[in-house]
């Protein structure tokens, strides 16, 4: 039995307008194991948050997913009516979103948002509903969680109503968790809790993760593969450390140039020129060619190649060759 929990196929999605049809998501595909973590890395408006509102059907009009296919173990999603995707959304796919202070109900306590979420999705009574929403939080390492259970959102700081959000998404013992720059609103000593709750959780649960940053440290930390996404499309994408210390793609070179290191002498940080193109406005060869100094006439001619299944590989037609004696 193939321990894929979602399976993502040349997912196409557009936005029509008086001036023609965007394209915030464009051919991308990628597997995501049971108990893997997959990093979705990018500048904002490279279609990382379009890509998972899409998986999951959370897609604001007129944008639709257009071409491609979204398995979810085994079966295909993204056809679904809406009914049967709101069946889907908290049982078997999660979702943590960047504001864990909008994500609750501030009307309702902690306690009734769990047990609610979790009658809604399992066969059970109101006690065992309880007893698993105090169980809960107690995993995600909120103290006194029989206590707090009926405390409100307001009652909790940033970091713990984050953890919540977690339990939440947790809850009904999803397959799926996809978390959207979790740790954005956090300050730098929470960021680290979460991210170790979030890798362990996934380490005793099976769970997949689709973990969403424009974090290269965040990413460095959690994530077992990444996929870097550039105006819509699969830049880069392997295993994290090849990735994130070889890089083949000169954009995520340039992401890796531009984090800040803890080295001696490093005086300035590598800016990449110019920005991302907006999507009216794409270029007719490869996205990142007006931004890339490596670009040659190939690169302004003929859109950057698609990475065959979204394996291992760069989207480009001059990748980074590592230097293999330079480095033994």
Same mark, same amino acid.
């Given at each position: 039995?193939?321990?894929?929990?979602?399976?993502?196929?040349?997912?196409?999605?557009?936005?029509?307008?008086?001036?023609?049809?965007?394209?915030?998501?464009?051919?991308?595909?990628?597997?995501?194991?049971?108990?893997?973590?997959?990093?979705?890395?990018?500048?904002?408006?490279?279609?990382?948050?379009?890509?998972?509102?899409? =998986? @999951?059907? %959370? $897609?604001? +009009?007129?944008?639709?997913?257009?071409?491609?296919? /979204?398995? #979810?173990?085994?079966?295909?999603?993204?056809?679904?009516?809406?009914?049967?995707?709101?069946?889907?959304?908290?049982?078997?796919?999660?979702?943590?979103?960047?504001?864990?202070?909008?994500?609750?109900?501030?009307?309702?306590?902690?306690?009734?948002?769990?047990?609610?979420?979790?009658?809604?999705?399992?066969?059970?009574?109101?006690?065992?509903?309880?007893?698993?929403?105090?169980?809960?939080?107690?995993?995600?390492?909120?103290?006194?969680?029989?206590?707090?259970?009926?405390?409100?959102?307001?009652?909790?700081?940033?970091?713990?109503?984050?953890?919540?959000?977690?339990?939440?998404?947790?809850?009904?013992?999803?397959?799926?968790?996809?978390?959207?720059?979790?740790?954005?609103?956090?300050?730098?000593?929470?960021?680290?809790? =979460? @991210?170790? %709750? $979030?890798? +362990?959780?996934?380490?005793?649960?099976?769970?997949? /993760?689709? #973990?969403?940053?424009?974090?290269?440290?965040?990413?460095?930390?959690?994530?077992?593969?990444?996929?870097?996404?550039?105006?819509?499309?699969?830049?880069?994408?392997?295993?994290?450390?090849?990735?994130?210390?070889?890089?083949?793609?000169?954009?995520?070179?340039?992401?890796?140039?531009?984090?800040?290191?803890?080295?001696?002498?490093?005086?300035?940080?590598?800016?990449?020129?110019?920005?991302?193109?907006?999507?009216?406005?794409?270029?007719?060869?490869?996205?990142?060619?007006?931004?890339?100094?490596?670009?040659?006439?190939?690169?302004?001619?003929?859109?950057?190649?698609?990475?065959?299944?979204?394996?291992?590989?760069?989207?480009?037609?001059?990748?980074?060759?590592?230097?293999?004696?330079?480095?033994?």
């Amino acid at each position: 039995m193939s321990d894929i929990v979602l399976s993502v196929r040349d997912l196409v999605v557009e936005i029509p307008t008086r001036n023609g049809i965007l394209r915030p998501v464009d051919g991308v595909s990628y597997d995501i194991r049971k108990g893997e973590i997959l990093g979705v890395v990018g500048e904002s408006g490279a279609g990382k948050s379009m890509a998972g509102n899409a =998986i @999951i059907g %959370l $897609l604001d +009009r007129p944008a639709k997913i257009t071409s491609g296919e /979204v398995r #979810l173990g085994g079966m295909q999603i993204n056809a679904l009516k809406l009914d049967q995707l709101r069946k889907l959304r908290g049982r078997r796919i999660g979702m943590v979103f960047q504001d864990p202070l909008t994500s609750l109900n501030p009307l309702l306590t902690i306690g009734d948002q769990l047990t609610e979420t979790i009658r809604e999705h399992l066969n059970v009574t109101a006690t065992e509903a309880l007893e698993k929403a105090i169980a809960g939080l107690e995993e995600v390492g909120i103290p006194a969680a029989r206590e707090r259970i009926n405390s409100y959102p307001h009652e909790f700081s940033g970091g713990m109503r984050q953890r919540v959000v977690i339990a939440l998404a947790l809850c009904a013992e999803p397959e799926l968790i996809i978390a959207d720059e979790p740790t954005t609103a956090l300050d730098v000593s929470v960021q680290a809790q =979460i @991210i170790a %709750l $979030l890798k +362990r959780l996934c380490r005793d649960k099976g769970v997949a /993760v689709m #973990l969403v940053t424009h974090d290269m440290g965040v990413i460095a930390e959690a994530a077992d593969r990444v996929a870097v996404m550039y105006a819509g499309r699969l830049a880069e994408m392997g295993d994290v450390r090849d990735v994130l210390t070889k890089a083949k793609h000169p954009y995520t070179a340039g992401l890796m140039a531009s984090t800040p290191m803890a080295k001696q002498g490093q005086l300035r940080l590598h800016q990449i020129p110019g920005s991302m193109p907006r999507l009216g406005e794409m270029p007719q060869g490869c996205a990142f060619s007006p931004r890339c100094d490596r670009a040659a006439d190939r690169c302004r001619q003929d859109p950057s190649p698609v990475m065959e299944n979204g394996f291992s590989g760069a989207a480009c037609w001059f990748p980074i060759v590592q230097d293999v004696e330079a480095e033994t």
